[in-house]
């Protein structure tokens, strides 16, 4: 799992996080109790961010793929006919 801006998986999980500051600084949360805290807020953050990437990167590859193939057509078109392609050999022949 691996997320491209780990630094806003940081700054969301401290976002996460920054109700419970005037608790630790009053003693009424403990730093053990605001670390652990803290922890499972990144560990989260970080799940997110992965899967947000990830649903990121399968839309993008479909849009890159999609306009790949409109660029192939266009510059098929743009050349017009041209040399018959080879009839693909029954395996059994040698080309050398």
Do not use: F
Not at 8 to 21: F, K
Not at 42 to 53: E, N, Q, R, V
Not at 67 to 76: F, G, N, P
């Amino acid at each position: 799992m691996s997320v491209r801006r780990p630094e806003l998986v940081l700054a969301g999980a401290l976002a996460l996080c920054a109700p419970m500051i005037p608790g630790v600084l009053d003693n009424n949360i403990t730093i053990v109790t605001a670390g652990t805290r803290l922890l499972v807020a990144i560990i989260a953050c970080w799940c997110a961010g992965s899967m947000l990437t990830k649903l990121i990167d399968r839309y993008s590859r479909e849009a890159r793929r999609t306009q790949t193939i409109k660029m192939l057509t266009a510059s098929r078109l743009a050349l017009g006919p041209g040399p018959a392609m080879p009839k693909p050999s029954s395996g059994n022949e040698v080309d050398w």
